[in-house]
């Protein structure tokens, strides 16, 4: 998995700082300007106002990233106890995979204040996750047990606004990849969602 694939971005993101300059915390409002695929779920709604604390999500990082990749070893883990259904998708010795994941974290966190690097590299990468049959229900399951490897590792020091930062960046990664999504895939992923439903 190449993060820094090149694809052409589909939709336009903008960083747009003016409105949250008197809240340090608040590093940038990333906002659609171009509407999401018509035929898409996605295209209901336009994602606007989405601000990071991007120094707490850098602190909650700091605090439970292991030696050895060690937070992501332990999110597969979590992920396969919980979702067994999707361990035939990965290498059967899975640190690798857990390797490029702590890097790819730590490149979008890297990356947060630059719309267009998210929307090229998370585009492509969601193209290349679609090709390997990853559905929009998936996304969710990554995100909950990423989480819950980080509230395990964080122990006592992990708090709910921790959380909720890792929730909203999380779910952004996941919008845009899935944005990234050939057609034909992104119906396929949207119709096992409804059925799912």
């Given at each position: 998995m190449h993060l820094m694939?090149?694809?052409t971005a589909e939709v336009l993101l903008t960083v747009n700082r003016a409105q949250h300059l008197t809240h340090p915390s608040f590093t940038c409002e990333i906002t659609v300007t171009q509407p999401l695929r018509h035929d898409s779920p996605r295209a209901?709604?336009?994602r606007q106002g989405l601000c990071?604390?991007?120094?707490?999500?850098?602190?909650s990082l700091t605090l439970v990233d292991l030696p050895d990749s060690g937070l992501t070893v332990r999110f597969y883990d979590i992920l396969f106890e919980r979702y067994p259904g999707v361990k035939p998708m990965f290498q059967r010795d899975t640190r690798v995979q857990a390797e490029m994941l702590r890097t790819a974290v730590v490149s979008v966190l890297d990356h947060l204040e630059d719309a267009e690097w998210l929307t090229t590299n998370l585009h492509a990468l969601g193209?290349?996750?679609a090709s390997l049959g990853v559905t929009r229900p998936m996304y969710t399951a990554v995100a909950e047990c990423m989480i819950a490897a980080m509230s395990e590792i964080g122990g006592e020091a992990w708090t709910p606004a921790m959380t909720t930062a890792w929730e909203e960046a999380l779910g952004a990664v996941a919008t845009i990849m899935l944005d990234g999504y050939p057609e034909e895939a992104a119906s396929e992923a949207a119709?096992?969602?409804s059925g799912a439903a």
């Open positions: 694939a090149e694809l209901t709604h336009r990071m604390d991007k120094q707490l999500l850098e602190e193209k290349r996750h119709a096992e969602e």
